[in-house]
């Protein structure tokens, strides 16, 4: 399975960016999320939708981040960014009804001004 993402880049406080992630794979995919981690910090989750989905953000993005996905793609629209949204994003991805988990390679969003 390999995630390819895409849609990193900079933006001014304010602004906006969407990420894109697509599965390549043959088999299923169940769960998907977008983490960050900024430099100094833990990795956290930011969004997730499942198979079904259902979609969940956290506290910290919500109202400013959409989570959305089309089959084997999730992608992450990401508005009213903050200085403190910046981070490396990445990709995550459950096989569908498996325990194997597979990771991006990560895009930089950086935020300033």
């Known amino acids: 399975v390999r995630l390819v993402e895409s849609g990193g880049g900079s933006a001014q406080p304010g602004g906006s960016l969407r990420l894109s992630c697509a599965a390549s794979t043959g088999f299923s995919i169940g769960d998907m999320a977008w983490y960050r981690q900024a430099p100094g910090k833990q990795r956290e989750l930011v969004a997730q939708?499942?198979?079904?989905?259902r979609t969940d953000v956290s506290d910290s993005v919500k109202g400013r981040f959409t989570v959305s996905r089309d089959g084997k793609t999730i992608d992450l629209q990401m508005s009213s960014l903050k200085p403190e949204d910046t981070a490396l994003y990445y990709c995550k991805a459950h096989i569908l009804f498996g325990t194997a988990v597979y990771w991006g390679q990560g895009t930089q969003v950086t935020v300033s001004s």
């Open positions: 939708i499942t198979y079904t989905g």
